[in-house]
């Protein structure tokens, strides 16, 4: 079975960069047809869609935050990384990985932007 994790810092200070990884085991991030996403959730807001990468390696992002996010890859550590720029306390959430073939969800990272 497809398992993702998040690993990364809870706690960013405002202006900086979230960095957030997702190790993905039992299945790979390069496997066909599959994407591999980003969705964060404010506290008290709804799910946000920031961005995926496909098993190609291309990327799309939510035009909302497209200026301050990249997403990229390591194959050899079947990993998938997230970078959020120049962040405010707006950008405090759980951040989820979530993808492969039936939508796999990791447990979720809280991230708390504050100084």
């Known amino acids: 079975q497809v398992q993702l994790q998040e690993s990364g810092p809870g706690l960013v200070k405002p202006s900086q960069t979230l960095s957030l990884t997702c190790t993905v085991s039992g299945g790979s991030i390069t496997a066909s047809t599959t994407f591999w996403n980003w969705i964060r959730q404010p506290p008290g807001k709804g799910l946000e869609w920031m961005g995926s990468?496909?098993?190609?390696?291309?990327?799309a992002y939510s035009p909302s935050l497209k200026s301050r996010t990249s997403i990229s890859r390591d194959t050899s550590k079947n990993q998938y990384t997230l970078q959020l720029s120049n962040v405010t306390p707006e950008d405090t959430a759980v951040y989820y990985c979530?993808?492969?073939?039936?939508?796999?969800w990791g447990q979720g990272a809280q991230v708390t932007v504050s100084s």
């Open positions: 990468i496909h098993y190609s390696g291309s990327t």
């Open positions: 979530v993808g492969g073939s039936a939508g796999y």
